[in-house]
């Protein structure tokens, strides 16, 4: 089971670590006027988005495995809370591909302020789900 959960909070940490910056990618994205720069930020986008999929996937499977190996914890509310919020995250990656496709086929219509705002959208999921994993509150 601990090794399960190393490996869950390694790609949780990965996911993360794109989940954040991608946006920040976007951010830049929206402010580039020139083709030289928007192509290079296309490249990056798709890039950063397969490795935080690569990231997501690995997460959850080993979340999975997490459950399948102790099935006693889905009767824990605060599991469910926190997968709740992992569904929300989800829906963010999700957002975080359609906002991609909208660059790659140059039909952005959002400011690098937007950009900036959506980017702390996971911060408070991360801290929903850390709170909730440490600290088991019901």
């Known amino acids: 089971m601990l090794w399960l959960k190393a490996f869950h909070v390694v790609f949780v940490v990965a996911w993360f670590a794109g989940i954040f910056y991608l946006p920040r990618v976007f951010v ?62 989800i829906g963010y990656h999700g957002w975080c591909f359609w906002i991609l496709r909208s660059f790659a086929r140059n039909e952005n219509r959002r400011s690098s302020k937007w950009y900036r705002v959506f980017n702390e959208i996971p911060l408070l999921l991360l801290v929903g789900i850390v709170v909730l994993a440490v600290v088991k509150p019901f």
């Open 28 to 89: 830049y994205h929206s402010d580039t006027h020139d083709e030289i720069g928007k192509e290079r930020f296309k490249t990056m986008e798709r890039r950063l988005f397969a490795m935080m999929t690569f990231g997501a996937v690995l997460a959850l499977l080993f979340g999975i495995g997490m459950v399948i190996a102790a099935p006693g914890l889905l009767q824990a509310g605060w599991l469910h809370a926190k997968l709740s919020l992992v569904v929300l995250l």
